[in-house]
């Protein structure tokens, strides 16, 4: 099973899903499913979706290591820094400007990225996957890391939480839906109350203190 379901109570439950295993080149790993009840994407996709149709009329947070939607570097934002000395990404010390092979290669990672980049097309089957799934059932609430920022997205009826960076702290731009990105490293916190109302905050370091940068309600109330 590449996915796991916990209820904390009759008002909220969390899907834990195996993302990597979604994006794994199978071909490199051929007994990667062996023992397994689900073999197959399409048999995830079904199976996925069976399972978030329970939670309709709950809270749910969908937990998977790659965010559906990110505006971080896997998103394809990148830096000023990225395009113009590129070799830092190898080192943090080689900074030989070369803004042309810098942009040339962002430009790559962007439209033709690997498996760990939103631009890739496993990645994107995964987003078409688990975001049908939730749109098809009603609103949810995914939380994720990867990419090394703070971000809050919401896009149809979905709330997207990316909270990567709790060592260190990459930069994020602004994109559709967004309503906050920030990049540096923090952390996130959720309140769940009995009405069915949930607050998110993020926190960062400040002169040594923790600081909420971003604090809102993300849903106002839900009737179960």
């Not at 069915?196 to 400040?206: A, D, K, P």
């Not at 040594?208 to 839900?222: A, H, N, P, S």
């Amino acid at each position: 099973m590449f996915f796991k379901t916990i209820d904390i109570n009759d008002q909220l439950g969390i899907i834990a899903v195996d993302s990597e295993w979604y994006l794994h080149d199978w071909n490199q790993e051929t007994e990667i499913n062996d023992g397994c009840e689900i073999k197959s994407l399409k048999v995830f996709d079904f199976n996925f979706q069976d399972e978030i149709r329970k939670y309709r009329n709950k809270n749910a947070i969908i937990l998977m290591h790659h965010p559906p939607v990110s505006y971080g570097t896997y998103g394809g934002r990148y830096t000023a820094k990225e395009h113009i000395f590129p070799l830092t990404a190898l080192n943090k010390n080689l900074y030989l400007p070369l803004p042309l092979l810098g942009s040339a290669a962002m430009f790559a990672r962007s439209t033709f990225g690997g498996r760990q980049s939103a631009s890739n097309g496993q990645y994107k089957l995964l987003r078409e996957s688990v975001m049908g799934s939730a749109e098809k059932n009603g609103s949810y609430i995914f939380a994720s890391s990867h990419d090394r920022s703070l971000q809050y997205i919401q896009e149809n009826d979905q709330h997207f939480i990316v909270a990567g960076s709790a060592a260190q702290g990459s930069p994020a731009g602004l994109g559709e839906g967004a309503e906050f990105t920030y990049g540096a490293p923090g952390f996130t916190q959720l309140d769940f109350y009995e009405d069915g109302s949930v607050w998110l905050q993020f926190w960062t370091e400040m002169d040594g203190k923790g600081k909420v940068v971003f604090r809102k309600k993300i849903i106002v109330q839900k009737k179960f």
